[in-house]
Antibody, heavy 119, light 106 residues
Framework: QVQLVQSGAEVKKPGASVKLSCKTSGYTFTSYYVDWVRQAPGQGPEWMGLINPRGGNPSYAPKFKGRVTMTWDTSTATVYMELNSLTSEDTAVYYC????????????WGQGTLVTVSS | IDLTQSPDTLSLSPGERATLSCRASRSVTSIYVAWYQQKSGQAPRLLIYGASSRATGIPDRFSGSGSGTDFTLTISRLEPEDSAVYYCQQYGSSITFGQGTRLEIK
């Protein structure tokens, strides 16, 4: 069965960076884009960007350009998301999700990783 | 494209029908509208895509409709397990989500 399993919760200080992982299984990794979506407490989801495991440059939402880097490792079917210069506004649950196309609907989601930014 | 959902909260009894609205700030091609259900502490679950197509395993009590700037999720014959927050998403111009409608089953 399709699974996306994310790394554990993180606590970071303002100004720090965080790198999250998302290990996929149960499908052909290179056949689907993988996106990152975050959700601040009590808010709706917010799209951050996506990677195409077949290659090419990731696509980032304008709000995060210059501060986010998404990478992947085909050998382990794992996707990574690094976010720099953290502030308290980055406190959120971060999800990876399988994309049915290229910026399309999300049919499978990871369990989420809580990132808390606090001094 | 901004998405505004209404109402913010809906409280209904089992067996009733729920009608959730999603309005876009400009026209969205209907094939690029989806709805998700999110229960407390869980990831969102895809319910509807292409405005009206049910995702795999979603019961026919859930239906979607709409075009242009106005889209609707209808849940008929409400069950206690339908208590959740529901989000609309558009993926026709980048990707955005609405702020959600909380559905409470009395």
């Amino acid at each position: 069965q399709v699974q996306l399993v994310q790394s554990g919760a993180e606590v970071k200080k303002p100004g720090a960076s965080v790198k999250l992982s998302c290990k996929t299984s149960g499908y052909t990794f290179t056949s689907y884009y993988v996106d990152w979506v975050r959700q601040a407490p009590g808010q709706g989801p917010e799209w951050m960007g996506l990677i195409n495991p077949r290659g090419g440059n990731p696509s980032y939402a304008p709000k995060f350009k210059g501060r986010v880097t998404m990478t992947w490792d085909t050998s382990t079917a794992t996707v990574y998301m690094e976010l720099n210069s953290l502030t308290s506004e980055d406190t959120a649950v971060y999800y990876c999700a399988r994309d049915r196309g290229n910026s399309d609907r999300f049919d499978y989601w990871g369990q989420g990783t809580l990132v808390t930014v606090s001094s | 494209i901004d998405l505004t959902q209404s109402p913010d909260t809906l409280s209904l009894s089992p067996g009733e029908r729920a009608t959730l609205s999603c309005r876009a700030s400009r026209s969205v091609t209907s094939i690029y509208v989806a709805w998700y259900q999110q229960k407390s502490g869980q990831a969102p679950r895809l319910l509807i895509y292409g405005a009206s197509s049910r995702a795999t395993g979603i019961p026919d009590r859930f239906s979607g409709s709409g075009s242009g700037t106005d889209f609707t999720l209808t849940i008929s014959r409400l069950e206690p397990e339908d208590s959740a927050v529901y989000y609309c998403q558009q993926y026709g111009s980048s990707i955005t989500f609405g702020q959600g409608t909380r559905l409470e089953i009395k």
